[in-house]
Every structure is written in structure tokens, then in C-alpha cells.
């Protein structure tokens, strides 16, 4: 089971697909204490891999000691970050703390591009720099990319990129309009664009030596099983079955991308939040309404929550960007 903490509002960039909006701080942040608890609640729900991340996460002072504190418990702490603020001795640090692994943005080969959507001159050769420092100082690390329509072209490529930088794998985002992204939504890929980006992800995961995971795309399981691959990942969409989202004030959400709460951990023990929220309840019925209601594919791919819940205002509708056709949907058809 996975948990990511968005450690901090702060950010020293203004992306403009953002979901949290990043920027200044947030209203009462977690405190250094109150954040310890958080993680020894998490621990105590059974979570495996706890994310750190942001806004920008090493913006946070404290951020070591928290990945200590993790990873004294027993969980497997790794960071999303933009990369600017990864010197080697901050990466050594990090790394001297427990963190197993960071997550580094990069939007484009193109460097005019890169810094165009994150709002910030020299964004591209600083994550760059960023990847430099986790390599000196023994961290691995993999490069996380939001795909739009003006970058999809360059995905496949950016995965040999990957694998010439050292990076031990290339997570893909497909964007889902929340947060500032709403301001964009016309950027994100449609159904054909969706299928034929992972179908294009799945094939090139075959030819290159370290893991391609779409994300935000949990299609990608129907695809790679007919292609007769075999995903390490039990399932596309994880939000509130093996997956949550903690926000800087403590607000927990099944997903980033779905910002509705199941309650806050200064309220209440986060392992309690996970055990009995009645939306986590509701997500792990797995009871889709629609076609993926009727998909055999449902228990391994799940349909986006998010995107059902935007477009169709219920986490529980059917996935709006998918073309394929349920068997017993195509015999009422024909």
C-alpha cells in the first residue's frame, strides 16, 4: 500500500497543471509533531511506501527528520520533487535519512517548454541538475512526466532519455483537470489519444531495461495483460483501495486529483481514517456504475475515480477516456 504526503503548499515554481495549487504556504501545515504522529498512524494502517512531496517538499526544514521518523517504522520513504532544490549534499542528507528513492519532473526534452509550463527560467536544467546529484550521491531516482496534447509526441523518446540518464524508471502522468489544471483542461488527452499513448507506453516497456508506469491511466492493465505482459501492479486505480493522499494541513483524500475529504488527521488517527471513512468504504465495493460496472477488466484496471468524478460528478461513474467496449456491451450492440 502506498500514502503521499503533500509535506508542503510552499513551492518555489507555478506550474500551471498543479493540482494543489502550490505556492505559498497553506493554512496550519502540519507541525513537526503532529506529522510524526500522521506517520505512526500510517505505519499502524499497514502502508509500505510513504511518498514525501509538495508543492516542492524540500522546501520543508524538517523534511529529514520525518524520513527518519518513517523510516524507523518500518515504512520505505521516497520524494517527489520538481529537482531544483537537490544539491548532492541535500540528496547524501536525504539518503543518510532512510530515503530509498525520488521522483524528478521533467515535462519536455525541450527546455523552453519545461520551464514554460512550471513558470520558471531554468527549470529544465535544474531538475537536471537534480537527477546530477541523486547519481553522486548513490539515490535513484526515476523521471515522472505529465502528458499533454503538446508533449505526447515527445513520451517515447523521453523514455530512452530515462534510460540514458540512469534513471531506474519512467512513471508517465496523464493530466486530469483539478487544481490549476482545470484552467487547461482542454490540453489533456481525449479517448483515442489516451489508448494510443499507452498502447505506444506498454510496447516500448518492452524494449527498454528499467519500468514504464502510466499513471493516471489505469487502462494500461487491460492493455499490458492482452499484450500478454505481466505488471508488477495489482491494479490501474488504487484511490482508497491501496492508495491515499494526506494534504500539508492534514486533510486526506483517496486521490490527488479527487479533493474530497474523509477526514482530517488532527481530528482523528490517520489508520482510523483509512479503516472507516465511509468513502473508502464506498471506492473498495468496487460497484462502477456504467461500462466499467460491466468490464471484466474492472478488478484489474478500476477506471480513473478522478476523472469520473469530474466529468460525471460520482467517483463511482464509468472512466470517461475509454474506448474499449465490455464483451456483453458489443452483444447488445450487435
Known sequence: MIVSWNTTNECNMYCDH???????????????GEARDMIE????????????????????????E????????????????????LTRERAQALKDAGCLAAGISLDSLE????????????AFEEALAGMRACREAGLPYQIHTTVM???RAEVPEMADFA???????FHVFFLVPVGRAAAIEESSLRAAEYEQLIDKLMEKAETVPIEIKPTCAPQFMRIALRRGMRPRFSKGCLAGTSYCIIGPSGSVQPCAYMNISAGNVRERPFDKIWRDSPMFKRLRTEDYAGRCGNCEYSKR???????????HGDFMAEEPWCLYKPPQEEASVG
Not at 66 to 85: D, F
Not at 302 to 310: E, I, Q, S, V, W
Request: proline share 3%.
Open 111 to 122: 527546455a523552453a517548454k519545461h520551464d514554460a509550463l512550471r513558470k520558471y527560467d531554468g
Open 149 to 151: 496534447d503538446w508533449n
Open 163 to 169: 534510460v540514458a540518464q540512469g534513471a531506474r524508471a
Open 18 to 32: 498543479c493540482y494543489r495549487e502550490s505556492g505559498p504556504l497553506a493554512p496550519r501545515e502540519l507541525t513537526t
Open 66 to 85: 520525518l524520513v527518519a521518523h518513517a523510516s524507523a517504522l518500518g515504512l520505505r520513504p521516497v520524494l517527489g520533487t520538481n529537482g531544483s532544490l
Open 301 to 311: 484496471c478500476g477506471g480513473c475515480r478522478a476523472r469520473a468524478l469530474y466529468y
Open 41 to 64: 498512524g500510517i505505519a499502524a494502517a499497514g502502508f509500505r511506501i510513504m511518498i514525501f512531496s509538495g508543492g516542492e517538499c524540500l522546501m520543508r526544514s524538517d523534511l529529514e
